[in-house]
């Protein structure tokens, strides 16, 4: 039915656009829309879509490299590791889906990632889930917390695909609004990569699947507004997901790939039907016109506005390769899915949907793809400002460091993730060759050769929400730190940038500031950007006030090991092995853990990145552990040098003894819980060879101790005249306990 435009005008944000959008669309259209017309552009042009406000940015990020196979534009990035292979990743986000249905929202989040990596022609391997909840005391939280675990596991669980790794973060300012971020990985032989384009005229548009609900309608432009009160009315915006659905469609898929019977394939995603064929289409450069009523239903009496728009999972268009629909047809049945022709590529550029023998929509396909782009000026906050530039002098240092040490491992932020992890089958697919919890990334080996992909998930958002561009940076500087912990040669990122509504001047601050750190770490380390995701308006809005998150730019980064089996964890493994730091000695309690765990505070310095240094410990750490010098090396992260020492022993059940030599002028506490930047503690048996090695590298290192047969963790620092000693069991209790409350 047509409306008037001023009555649609009128009704723009129901739509998802503003009414100068409302009205640059009816420009760009030249006539008057429909009220699907208007639907769809709403959807298409929302930030979780269009990335209206965050594209003009993305030109900065390195996005291409001798190791890219597929860069972003497509449903996921792909780096080759050698030996003919692939491997597909991407992070995605299910933010506001999981605030208002923990369960389904993180479930289906899962699923979704999913579906991107199959529909590049790989076979998914391994998710990683980093995840941020509010107060951890709050009940709101713990239902949360056992929701979204329960989800992921549901779904992964059941599809057979491992959760490997990932990281949790409590923080007061995701009360409301929690992050569920998910990483997938996925393997595939090069000639198999697929895209996702309709390839050419004439081509036929096939709908394979579940049916299309109700479910998850306006999924798109929920994404992209404040949660609010109100928000639990949206709960028919998350969808339903159906792992066991989602299996046969994986297997039809790449079946169908490998059998070269598919020009192009792509999932439906955010916005349903209609983003996954006009995103196609627009690749393609042409056209296309699709039959609405051979959409297949699981609901009577659904109307073109839901069959477009529905979110509805396990999902996905194939066009198949001329000449070869047959045997696609067939192929796909097999697997007993719904297999129908809804449409045909044309020669136009038109976007056009008929039901019921009327023409519904008829928009031009690059309208639909080619959302306004907005740049605006960012201010930052004065009172982040503030707080970044505040004298911490005057802050005490406890007398008690090994209670403080105590207390840090007891923090939910630090303490062992092992009851949620357990909760998730990461053996599966018997790939996993570094379980969750013993080392700083995932391991997995890749079958048929003997090398090995290894994965993280990282970020440190109070170092983001202090200094965005610096704690960006770091977050790329620490995955790749991370990769060579275990052995891998660091490849590519994929992000997922959380941030709270850009169009309040400090939230876009925080954002431009971000992207440039990532670019310029990008850079440095050689890590391209391959794809990602933007979720924004992470916010929550309660009568006047508007509480955001802290910004939170997640990095996934995947590595090669060339010998899977040459590869280190972080635990010691040994008693009478001498204890390496490479990197240096930290110097400042700014924006560290210990500051806002101990004394409350948000504040100071983020401790300055050297990104060169960086490079330097990567390399040192990767040479040590291919040299077969160490095969224990755990990056110094949230707690400081304290936390990572205490972490290393209580894994291995191995005592040690520490005695560090800073200047007089270093305070005690910042030695031992600072979070400086670029440090890696390694344990080796040959002390000489591997200081030779790094000495050769010219990386910073210092010998601080070694390890012992003794059931304590002694740290002493003779020039700050301090001097603990903890009982290793009192330190596991600590760091076991806490997230067996919270997950009751």
């Known amino acids: 039915m047509i409306q008037s435009t001023k009555s649609l005008r009128d ?141 992921i596991a549901h779904y992964g669980n059941a599809i057979g695909v491992p959760t490997v790794g990932g990281e949790v973060t409590f923080h007061p300012s995701y009360q409301e609004n929690p992050l569920v971020n998910v990483m997938a990985l996925g393997l595939l032989r090069h000639e198999d990569l697929a895209k996702g384009t ?76 209609v983003s996954s064929t006009c995103e196609m289409a627009y690749r393609a450069g042409l056209g296309l016109t699709m039959n609405l009523d051979q959409v297949p239903t699981r609901e009577s009496g659904m109307v073109p506005m839901e069959l ?111 009851p949620i992890f357990e909760r998730y089958d990461h053996q599966v697919m018997t790939n996993t060759v570094v379980v969750p919890g013993s080392a700083d990334a995932a391991v997995l080996r890749v079958k048929g050769s003997g090398m090995g992909v290894a994965a993280t998930s990282d970020c440190n958002p109070r170092f983001v929400q202090l200094d965005p561009y610096t704690g960006a940076a770091a977050a790329v500087a620490e995955a790749a730190r991370n990769l060579a912990c275990v052995g891998a040669t660091p490849l590519a990122i994929t992000d997922n940038l959380n941030f709270g509504n850009p169009y309040r001047p400090e939230v876009y601050y925080q954002l431009q500031q971000a992207v440039q750190g990532i670019a310029d770490a990008c850079r440095a380390l050689n890590t391209p950007v391959t794809g990602g995701n933007v979720s924004l308006y992470n916010q929550y809005t309660q009568g006047d006030e508007r509480v955001a998150i802290h910004p939170t730019p997640t990095i996934g980064m995947v590595g090669v090991l060339p010998d899977v089996t040459v590869r280190a964890t972080l635990e010691l493994k040994a008693a009478g092995q001498k204890l390496i730091l490479l990197g240096e000695h930290a110097d400042t309690i700014g924006a560290s853990q210990y500051l806002e765990t101990v004394h409350g505070l948000e504040a100071g310095q983020v401790p300055e990145l050297d990104l060169g240094l960086a490079q330097q410990v990567v390399d040192g750490t990767l040479t040590l552990i291919r040299a077969g010098l160490t095969d224990t090396a755990h990056d110094c992260a949230e707690g400081g040098l304290a936390v990572a020492l205490a972490e290393m022993a209580i894994a291995g059940g191995i005592g040690l003894k520490v005695s560090l030599d800073a200047p007089t002028s270093t305070r005690a506490d910042a030695l031992l819980f600072g979070e400086a930047h670029s440090r890696v503690i390694v344990a080796v048996a040959d002390e000489a060879a591997a200081r030779a090695k790094l000495d050769e590298l010219g990386v910073p290192h210092v010998l601080i101790g070694e390890t012992l047969d003794t059931p304590h963790v002694t740290i002493a620092a003779p020039a700050q005249q301090v001097h603990l000693s903890v009982n290793l069991e009192a330190l596991k209790r600590a760091w076991e306990e806490p997230l067996k409350g919270i997950l009751g």
């Open 198 to 273: 309709m390839g050419e005229v004439g081509n036929h548009i096939i709908y394979v699947g579940s049916k299309t609900g109700r479910d998850g309608l306006g999924g798109a432009v929920f994404s992209s507004a404040d949660l609010s009160a109100a928000s639990q009315a949206d709960r028919p915006a998350v969808q339903v997901g159906d792992p066991f659905m989602e299996k046969l469609l994986l297997e039809a898929t790449l079946e169908a790939i490998q059998a070269g019977l598919v020009a192009g394939v792509q999932d439906m995603g955010a916005a349903g039907l």
């Open 11 to 151: 009704q723009a944000a129901t739509f998802g656009l503003t009414t100068e959008e409302f009205d640059l669309f009816v420009s760009q259209l030249g006539r008057e829309p429909n009220a699907l017309e208007a639907a769809i552009i709403g959807a298409m042009w929302s930030e979780h879509c269009g990335y209206k406000n965050s594209r003009p940015l993305f030109s900065a990020f390195p996005t291409t490299g001798p190791q890219v196979l597929q860069g972003p534009g497509e449903n996921a990035g792909v780096v080759d590791i050698g030996e003919g292979y692939g491997l597909a990743f991407k992070m995605e986000s299910h933010n506001h889906p999981s605030a208002v249905e923990p369960v389904q929202g993180a479930a289906t989040g899962v699923g979704g990632i999913l579906r991107d990596i199959f529909a590049m022609g790989a076979r998914p391997f391994a998710v990683l889930d980093s995840l941020r909840f509010g107060n951890p005391d709050h009940p709101r939280t713990k239902f949360l917390v056992n929701g979204v675990i329960d989800g």
């Open 308 to 418: 477009c728009l529905s979110e509805s999972q396990e999902r996905m268009i194939l066009v198949p390769v001329p000449g070869k629909e047959q045997e696609l047809f067939d192929l796909l049945e097999k697997w007993e899915l719904d297999v129908v022709n809804i449409g045909e590529v044309e020669a136009h550029d038109r976007y056009r949907l008929t039901w019921k023998g009327e023409v519904v929509c008829d928009l031009p396909v690059a309208l639909l793809n080619e959302a306004p782009k907005y740049t605006r000026e960012g201010v930052e906050s004065p009172d982040i400002k503030a707080a970044r530039e505040r004298d911490l002098s005057g802050v005490p240092v406890p007398a008690d460091l090994g209670a403080v040490l105590i207390e840090l491992l007891s923090h939910p932020t630090i303490a062992s993730k092992r």
